[in-house]
């Protein structure tokens, strides 16, 4: 599975090789619930997702900030 693709079109991926002392425990629980097999893409979709939500967290704190001026009641109405 390619997990890129769950989450857009990031290009062409650069991989770059590393070691890394994860929780086996964590790691174990994150392929189950998730499907993935690989622990490569377990840690991608991991990424990813993490990424994802942080884009998401940053559209939120923009949404506050919109002053509304559109009459609700109207707008129901014409839907109607």
Do not use: C, H, P, Y
Not at 65 to 71: G, L, P, Q, S, T
């Amino acid at each position: 599975m390619d997990v890129r693709n769950l989450f857009g079109n990031f290009g062409s991926a650069m991989k770059q090789k590393m070691t890394l002392e994860i929780d086996e425990k964590l790691l174990a629980e994150a392929m189950n619930l998730s499907g993935i097999t690989t622990t490569e893409n377990t840690i991608e979709m991991a990424l990813l997702a993490l990424v994802a939500e942080q884009k998401r967290q940053n559209m939120n704190a923009v949404f506050g900030r919109v002053k509304w001026e559109a009459n609700l009641k109207k707008m129901r109405r014409t839907r109607s």
